[in-house]
């Protein structure tokens, strides 16, 4: 009852009625973890289930570091353009807290055929390709492999003639250097064993990724994201933030 104290004052009436809730809520989840176990060991892993007390993202995001965990996997039901993801969604706070890789899963496909791989050339973006070389050789979707161009901040420069002359050739530039980067990864996908294209898009990367996947009708999305970012920066500049809000699928963020 000490996490209560800043409730006020109860009489012997209303403690007994919240412990009778508490101990029904906590029976509860116990109960569910149970069955997710049973439904768990059924794929012959070896499961251990744990049941938590606390902040849902905080105590979490403490047993993963405690154990060491090498992939986190967190559900979520999804949220389209009207309906966007509360800022203080579990699977959201996890993703700003956690420094392993976070599987958001939102419809669990019987079969993995087709994932939408983003990549920039950065270093977070190259280790998650190596992860996904390190999958089981039996699982091997096709792969699409995305580049996308941003759109470029031309409103600084006065003349508009100037502007659009400066921003073709910058684009220009960007799009050949996406082409060879996603050729690359593309290549590096088909040695292990994947069927992999490349493409290059230009947009902003988070919705163009989103949209790509809906096209293409993935099972997953892919993406990099650098770990021990701030909160307002994994909120306000986070494409991996984006693609996880409006995916129509499951999202890997891969973080080291």
Request: hydrophobic share 45%.
């Amino acid at each position: 009852m000490t996490q209560f104290k800043s409730l006020p004052k109860l009489d012997r009436a209303g403690r007994s009625s919240l412990v009778k809730v508490l101990e029904c809520s906590l029976e509860g989840a116990a109960r569910l973890l149970e069955r997710a176990e049973a439904k768990a060991a059924a794929t012959g892993w070896d499961v251990r289930a744990k049941l938590l007390r606390g902040r849902p993202a905080e105590a979490i995001a403490r047993l993963a570091k405690r154990e060491k965990a090498d992939l986190l996997v967190v559900g979520s039901r999804g949220v389209t353009e009207f309906q966007p993801m509360l800022l203080g969604s579990v699977s959201r706070k996890l993703l700003m807290q956690v420094s392993c890789p976070v599987l958001v899963v939102k419809k669990p496909p019987k079969v993995l055929r087709r994932m939408v791989v983003g990549t920039d050339g950065s270093i977070e973006s190259w280790e998650a390709v190596a992860f996904l070389k390190r999958w089981p050789p039996e699982v091997r979707p096709n792969v699409t492999v995305v580049s996308v161009v941003p759109p470029l901040p031309l409103e600084s420069i006065r003349f508009p003639a100037r502007a659009v002359a400066v921003g073709d050739q910058v684009e220009g530039v960007l799009s050949r250097e996406a082409q060879k980067l996603t050729a690359r990864v593309a290549g590096t996908l088909r040695k292990a064993g994947f069927s992999a294209k490349g493409i290059v898009l230009s947009g902003p990367p988070g919705a163009e990724l989103v949209k790509l996947a809906g096209c293409e009708r993935a099972e997953l999305i892919v993406v990099g994201s650098r770990s021990g970012r701030r909160a307002h920066e994994y909120f306000m500049g986070s494409v991996a933030d984006t693609v996880v809000k409006y995916a129509p699928c499951s999202v890997l963020v891969y973080r080291e």
